[in-house]
Nanobody, 123 residues
């Protein structure tokens, strides 16, 4: 069965860093686009970043450009989200998701989802 497991969340002070991991089983990253999303309390989820091996592209939402970096270790079937210069506004539950696609899709096209990991950034 296809499974995605997000981990690495925690509590960090503003300006600090965290690295989130998304470990996949049952899929090969070369065939999928992997995205990171986050959900604020009481709000809809938003796309944060995507990586696609098919076309070698990486996508970032404007609010995290220059601060977050997405990468992958295909041998481990794991995608990472390195989060630097964290702000209190980054506090959210972060999810990873996948879609069988050559390139990063529209944010609403992902259909394979993992459980979230909570990131809390204090002032």
């Amino acid at each position: 069965d296809v499974q995605l497991q997000a981990s690495g969340g925690g509590l960090v002070q503003a300006g600090g860093s965290l690295r989130l991991s998304c470990k996949a089983s049952g899929i090969t990253f070369d065939d999928y686009a992997i995205g990171w999303f986050r959900e604020y309390p009481g709000e809809e989820r938003e796309g944060v970043s995507c990586i696609s091996s098919g076309d070698g592209k990486k996508v970032y939402v404007d609010s995290v450009k220059g601060r977050f970096t997405i990468s992958s270790d295909n041998a481990k079937n794991t995608v990472y989200l390195q989060m630097d210069s964290l702000k209190p506004e980054d506090t959210a539950v972060y999810y990873c998701a996948a879609l069988y696609a050559r390139s990063c899709p529209s944010w609403y096209d992902y259909h394979i989802w993992g459980q979230g990991t909570l990131v809390t950034v204090s002032s």
